[in-house]
């Protein structure tokens, strides 16, 4: 069964460093992969999402997610933290029956 | 275009009683899922419909919950009776074919339900 997986509730970083969140996904077929970002008492919205082109992907805010079949990762990546990136933010992958499951999440903190 | 549109925002009830979320989906989407969330267990997918066809309800936690689509922009979850430990933020998302693109989801703002 597909599923994602990612490291650390919880990510800290200062503001202008670099973010780094991490997602590992399983999937017995080409996986479609995403990433969702919520703000305090909002819906998901869809910051990108990979599905077999280029494994390098951009997204909005700055965001970009690299695909690596070897390591089946999809890191989400962001060279400078801004205040305003401080969220929480979910990995998913969809299934070979149609479902999109999330994984538990990753709330960023930024620190002045 | 206006996004899924979920009602209540915020729902305070007592245990026992009979709760109804209600969504309205992207016009012309065709898939809608109903996700809910909490601390302990994140994000989790309670059942999803295309076309109006209930696909898969596997993650319904009991009989307590049923899920409708009566037609292409509107579906209900219902929990009847509800218990304290259904307290959570419920989620409605929709998409325009699964099968057909690549299922990116949108999301309501989401009903936040409190069972007293």
């Known amino acids: 069964a597909q599923s994602v997986t990612q490291l650390g509730s919880h990510v800290s970083v200062s503001e202008g460093a670099l973010v780094l969140l991490r997602c590992n996904y399983s999937?017995?077929?080409?996986?479609?992969l995403f990433w969702y970002v919520q703000y305090p008492n909002q819906g998901l919205q869809l910051l990108l999402k990979?599905?077999?082109?280029?494994?390098l992907v951009k997204g909005i805010n700055g965001f970009e997610a690299e695909f690596k079949k070897s390591e089946t990762s999809f890191h989400l990546t962001k060279p400078s933290a801004h205040m305003s990136d401080a969220a929480e933010y979910f990995c998913?992958?969809?299934?070979?029956?149609?479902?999109?499951?999330f994984g538990k999440g990753t709330r960023l903190h930024i620190l002045p | 275009d206006a996004g899924v549109i979920q009602s209540p925002r915020h729902e305070v009830t007592e245990m026992g009683q009979e709760v109804t979320l209600r969504c309205k989906p992207i016009?012309?989407?065709?898939?809608l899922f109903w996700y809910r969330q909490t601390m302990m267990r994140g994000l989790e997918l309670l059942i999803y419909?295309?076309?109006?066809?209930?696909?898969?309800d596997s993650g319904m936690p009991e009989d307590r919950f049923s899920a409708k689509m009566p037609n292409a922009s509107f579906s209900t979850l219902k929990i009847q009776p509800s218990e304290p430990r259904d307290s959570a933020v419920y989620f409605c998302?929709?998409?325009?074919?699964?099968?057909?693109?690549?299922?990116?989801?949108?999301f309501g703002e989401g009903s936040r339900l409190t069972v007293l």
């Open positions: 998302a929709s998409s325009l074919d699964l099968a057909e693109n690549t299922g990116e989801l949108f």
């Open positions: 999937s017995s077929v080409p996986p479609y």
């Open positions: 990979y599905t077999s082109a280029a494994t």
């Open positions: 998913a992958v969809r299934t070979g029956d149609d479902k999109i499951i």
């Open positions: 016009s012309g989407h065709n898939s």
């Open positions: 419909f295309n076309n109006n066809v209930p696909i898969d």
